[in-house]
């Protein structure tokens, strides 16, 4: 059965760091493209980063690059989200999504109708 799960949210201050965890299990991470998403209130889901299914390509939108940047340890099959430099507009909750693309896919897109699989999510709140 595949599953991700989300963990790493809390409270931070403004310009602070998280790093969020997405635990894959019931597939391997290199033949699924992962993405992370968030959304907050009365706001549509947004995507946030992705990693291809071969590892070598990560996309973002102009609101995080330069502050988020997105890997993956295959051997203990989890993707990260390291977020730098937070700000309360960042508050959201955060999902990471999966879909299947075959090994060595070289690309991955932000749009969250792309994946067939989610985790619980993560509440993730900028705040002084």
């Known amino acids: 059965q595949l599953q991700l799960v989300e963990s790493g949210g809390g409270l931070v201050q403004p310009g602070g760091s998280l790093r969020l965890s997405c635990a894959a299990s019931?597939?391997?991470?290199?033949?699924?493209?992962i993405g992370w998403f968030r959304q907050a209130p009365g706001k549509e889901r947004e995507g946030v980063s992705c990693?291809?299914?071969?590892?070598?390509?990560?996309n973002y939108p102009d609101s995080v690059k330069g502050r988020f940047t997105i890997s993956r340890d295959i051997t203990k099959n989890t993707v990260y989200l390291q977020m730098n430099r937070l700000k309360p507009e960042d508050t959201a909750i955060y999902y990471c999504?999966?879909?299947?693309?075959?090994?060595?896919?070289?690309?991955?897109?932000?749009?969250?109708?792309?994946?067939?699989?989610w985790g619980q999510g993560t509440q993730v709140t900028v705040s002084s």
């Open positions: 019931g597939f391997t991470l290199d033949y699924y493209a």
């Open positions: 990693i291809s299914s071969s590892g070598g390509s990560t």
């Open positions: 999504a999966a879909v299947k693309k075959g090994v060595l896919f070289r690309l991955c897109v932000l749009w969250s109708g792309e994946y067939d699989y």
